[in-house]
């Protein structure tokens, strides 16, 4: 009999910290559709800008892989065009009304990214498809922040403002 009362006295315990965790749950679920969307798309929009100022500035990055595979100029110059079009995309990355041509910026850069894999394997992969060398880890980073940028651009009508 005690037993019963035991488990009955359980189940309930357990219920009530199953109401306190989904309540705790609902709010930080609360939070995240609040500011996550707003969060994500400026943090990205400050990595655009930083590393996109890195080019002009002269530090060495895997763009100048990236400059290789476009042929309207000097990969010097390719280099820090590229750079300033990091720092396009990531300011129109921060504010929300300029979301659309962050992502039209972003996708006449992409074809580039690919590029460099198709036309430079040698220098993106060790081995084939499984170790990219630095160069082609960088690479593939641009491509998950272009994947993470397309989330951005489907979900900004739903961003809280």
Request: proline share 5%; glycine share 8%.
């Given at each position: 009999?005690?037993?019963?009362?035991?488990?009955?006295?359980?189940?309930?315990?357990?219920?009530?910290?199953?109401?306190?965790l989904e309540r705790v749950d609902d709010r930080v679920v609360g939070l995240?559709?609040?500011?996550?969307?707003?969060?994500?798309?400026?943090?990205?929009?400050?990595?655009?800008?930083?590393?996109?100022?890195?080019?002009?500035?002269?530090?060495?990055?895997?763009?100048?892989?990236?400059?290789?595979?476009?042929?309207?100029?000097?990969?010097?110059?390719?280099?820090?065009?590229?750079?300033?079009?990091?720092?396009?995309?990531?300011?129109?990355?921060?504010?929300?009304?300029?979301?659309?041509?962050?992502?039209?910026?972003?996708?006449?850069?992409?074809?580039?990214?690919?590029?460099?894999?198709?036309?430079?394997?040698?220098?993106?992969?060790?081995?084939?498809?499984?170790?990219?060398?630095?160069?082609?880890?960088?690479?593939?980073?641009?491509?998950?922040?272009?994947?993470?940028?397309?989330?951005?651009?489907?979900?900004?009508?739903?961003?809280?403002?």
């Open positions: 009999m005690w037993l019963e009362t035991l488990g009955v006295a359980m189940e309930e315990q357990n219920w009530s910290i199953r109401a306190r995240l559709e609040r500011y996550g969307h707003r969060l994500h798309r400026r943090s990205l929009g400050l990595l655009f800008v930083w590393l996109g100022l890195l080019k002009p500035m002269g530090h060495e990055t895997a763009t100048s892989l990236l400059a290789h595979t476009i042929y309207w100029g000097s990969p010097e110059t390719m280099v820090v065009v590229l750079g300033w079009w990091e720092v396009a995309i990531g300011l129109a990355m921060l504010y929300k009304p300029t979301v659309r041509v962050a992502l039209f910026l972003l996708l006449v850069r992409i074809p580039g990214t690919i590029l460099a894999f198709v036309l430079l394997p040698e220098v993106t992969f060790i081995e084939f498809p499984l170790v990219p060398t630095p160069e082609g880890q960088y690479l593939l980073k641009d491509l998950v922040l272009f994947f993470a940028a397309m989330a951005i651009g489907g979900a900004i009508r739903h961003e809280h403002s």
